[in-house]
T-cell receptor
């Protein structure tokens, strides 16, 4: 069974700081997704990466997929309070449509 | 278009009772998945249904069951509730592109078992 480990588990920073969160797997991903979940809401898909070495940007968010497709990172530049939430990585490459999630990184951005 | 809708949003039940949670997927989506999210953890897969048939099942006891209706809405049933069943239950419309699954989640049902 594939395990996804995310680090750090918790991150509390000031507005304007940069940060990086990581997602590592025990095996190769065919594809990897990042979601953000705000309190009281369901996760919202941010991005899907499929190619080793791929880099995708979404405004101040930069997503990178490792060359070996076993790890990924999410970098946020100049964090804002609206970035606060739980960031989840997930493997969506199973045949049954099942998503395997990491335990998430809880980010708090203080004004 | 409406997104994924779940009902109820909050629910309090007593140990031993049963509960039914409901989900309507995005219009046109034929696949629905259910996840359990315990506080501080990522969602755990419970079931996936496609065209009214079960296509996947996670590591949950037989007290958990689900079904999908002809209009693609779905119900999740949990019998003999335990305190440990307290969690956020998420429903997702899922779509597959090649080998990738992408999920669009509802806001969840917060179940508290006392």
């Amino acid at each position: 069974t594939q395990l996804l480990e995310q680090s750090p588990q918790f991150l509390s920073i000031q507005e304007g700081e940069n940060l990086t969160v990581y997602c590592n797997s025990s095996s190769v991903f065919s594809s990897l997704q990042w979601y953000r979940q705000e309190p009281g809401e369901g996760p919202v898909l941010l991005v899907t990466v499929v190619t080793g070495g791929e880099v995708k940007k979404l405004k101040r968010l930069t997503f990178q997929f490792g060359d070996a497709r076993k790890d990924s990172s999410l970098h946020i530049t100049a964090a804002q309070p609206g970035d606060t939430g739980l960031y989840l990585c997930a493997d969506g490459s199973g045949n049954t449509g099942k998503l395997i999630f990491g335990q998430g990184t809880t980010l708090q951005v203080k004004p | 278009d409406a997104g994924v809708t779940q009902s109820p949003t909050h629910l309090i039940k007593t140990r031993g009772q049963h509960v039914t949670l409901r989900c309507s997927p995005i219009s046109g989506h034929k696949s629905v998945s259910w996840y359990q999210q315990v506080l501080g953890q990522g969602p755990q897969f419970i079931f996936q249904y496609y065209e009214k048939e079960e296509r996947g099942r996670g590591n949950f006891p037989d007290r958990f069951s689900a079904r999908q209706f002809p209009n693609y809405s779905s119900e999740l049933n949990v019998n003999a509730l335990l305190l440990g069943d307290s969690a956020l239950y998420l429903c997702a419309s899922t779509s597959r592109t090649g080998t990738n699954t992408e999920a669009f989640f509802g806001q969840g049902t917060r179940l508290t078992v006392v």
